[in-house]
């Protein structure tokens, strides 16, 4: 039980395009999906909180224009990197707190996906 | 905002030693406390969580210690194996009401030698 997925695994894009990253709770209903970015080498760096049906809160030094998030279901959290960059690069790693178990503070992470920005 | 500080960063063993990892965190109101151990490209996994409320907690060749008061608790892995070698982030999180993050620590690179 408690699998997250991510789609896709790998995506390299040309510089000024936009991608789209997938998370989606397999076995679980998701009240709260949290987006991290992780650079070679460092720690997971949380970017945004996406809860089902309203609009995510970002992390000090996030651009919510330039990372799009939409939490449409209890199962799907999408990530969208507009306009990307280089500097974009990173793996960027997803993870679901299963519904209805407010008192616990679990994730379950994702597989992440690697963005190269060419 | 809550701030967890991991030391060592990197962390090098001979097999069947023991390793300590230790993590500090800054918030006190911060109630829950695992460990990820992350492989190369993959997810963090989930390795062993302590809560506020209990002071130790072993599973098998792993155990993690809680010190309130002094705002620490540490990762230990006994009898270490090759296959432990990873990537290892201690993390805290706040309560609900709070938001539910995690916090990590910066990561200790373990290697182990066979």
């Known amino acids: 039980g408690a699998v997250v997925s991510q789609h896709p695994s790998r995506v390299i894009c040309k510089s000024g395009t936009s991608v789209k990253i997938e998370c989606r709770s397999l076995?679980?209903?998701?009240?709260?999906m949290f987006w991290y970015r992780q650079f070679p080498k460092q720690s997971l760096m949380l970017m945004a909180t996406s809860n089902e049906g309203s609009k995510a809160t970002y992390e000090q030094g996030v651009e919510k224009d330039k990372f799009l998030i939409n939490h449409a279901s209890l199962t799907l959290s999408t990530l969208t990197v507009t306009s990307a960059h280089p500097e974009d690069s990173s793996f960027y790693i997803c993870?679901?707190?299963?519904?209805?178990?407010?008192?616990?503070?679990?994730?379950?992470f994702g597989p992440g996906t690697r963005l190269t920005v060419l | 905002g809550e701030n967890v500080e991991q030391h060592p960063s990197t962390l090098s063993v001979q097999e069947g030693d023991s390793a300590v990892i230790k993590c500090t965190y800054s918030d006190s109101a911060s109630n829950y406390f695992p460990w990820y151990k992350q492989e190369l490209g993959k997810r963090p996994q989930l390795i062993i969580d302590?809560?506020?409320?209990?002071g130790e907690k072993k599973d098998q060749r792993i155990a993690v210690t809680l010190n309130k008061t002094a705002k620490h608790f540490s990762l230990h892995i006994t009898e270490t194996q090759p296959e432990d070698s990873a990537v290892y982030f201690c993390?805290?999180?706040?309560?609900?009401?709070?938001?539910?993050?995690?916090?990590f620590g910066g990561g200790t690179r373990l290697m182990v030698k066979p």
């Open positions: 302590i809560r506020s409320n209990v």
């Open positions: 993390a805290a999180s706040i309560p609900y009401n709070a938001g539910n993050m995690l916090t």
């Open positions: 076995d679980f209903q998701a009240t709260t």
């Open positions: 993870s679901a707190r299963p519904h209805g178990r407010i008192s616990y503070n679990e994730q379950f």
